[in-house]
T-cell receptor
Framework: EDQVTQSPEALRLQEGESSSLNCSYTVSGLRGLFWYRQDPGKGPEFLFTLYSAGEEKEKERLKATLTKKESFLHITAPKPEDSATYLCAVQAGGATNKLIFGTGTLLAVQP | NAGVTQTPKFQVLKTGQSMTLQCAQDMNHEYMSWYRQDPGMGLRLIHYSVGAGITDQGEVPNGYNVSRSTTEDFPLRLLSAAPSQTSVYFC?????????????FGSGTRLTVV
């Protein structure tokens, strides 16, 4: 069964304190792994798509990496505005439109 | 540039009532989907469409109907509301099936069934 597990459930950081969020997945033929950011009361906002092991993508203070079993979202020198829930999702092979989401990591960055 | 627009933002229904959640996108995206988000469960796919006139079931379709008469609109109908359908509903659209450009989500409809 296709599955996505995110850890930790919640993470509190001081401004400037770098850390990583984890997304472990089990899927039959990965077509893509996605990272989204979700602010309270809003819909998820697309950050990255990763397609194959070894791939990395960066956007400002965020860097996403991918292995055959997991993905990491590295946050370097976070700022309070990075506070949000970060969602990971996978698209399985043969599934034209279905994303399987994890339950997310709630990140709080304190000034 | 509106993106994906969902209405209403909030709704309270009584058990057994029916209603339609509206979703419209102005990006000419072929792929549209409905997800529900519940605490501790992540987003789950209800129904999806790969183009006008084509719809299919997702992971949790029971109690919901959809239709896609135009590229722009993808309404979600609750046939007979139940408390288990209390959730936040998100509509999403994408340019292609692999979502190379990411899915664009609406801001959600928070539904409470009493």
């Amino acid at each position: 069964e296709d599955q996505v597990t995110q850890s930790p459930e919640a993470l509190r950081l001081q401004e400037g304190e770098s850390s990583s969020l984890n997304c472990s997945y089990t899927v039959s033929g990965l077509r893509g792994l996605f990272w989204y950011r979700q602010d309270p009361g809003k819909g998820p906002e697309f950050l990255f798509t990763l397609y194959s092991a070894g791939e990395e993508k960066e956007k400002e203070r965020l860097k996403a990496t991918l292995t055959k079993k997991e993905s990491f979202l590295h946050i370097t020198a976070p700022k309070p505005e990075d506070s949000a829930t970060y969602l990971c999702a996978v698209q399985a092979g043969g599934a034209t439109n279905k994303l399987i989401f994890g339950t997310g990591t709630l990140l709080a960055v304190q000034p | 540039n509106a993106g994906v627009t969902q209405t209403p933002k909030f709704q309270v229904l009584k058990t057994g009532q029916s209603m339609t959640l509206q979703c419209a996108q102005d990006m000419n995206h072929e792929y549209m989907s409905w997800y529900r988000q519940d605490p501790g469960m992540g987003l789950r796919l209800i129904h999806y469409s790969v183009g006008a006139g084509i719809t299919d079931q997702g992971e949790v379709p029971n109690g919901y109907n959809v239709s896609r008469s135009t590229t722009e609109d993808f309404p979600l109908r609750l046939l007979s509301a139940a408390p288990s359908q209390t959730s936040v509903y998100f509509c999403a659209s994408s340019r292609d099936s692999v979502a190379n450009y990411g899915y664009t989500f609406g801001s959600g409809t928070r539904l409470t069934v009493v």
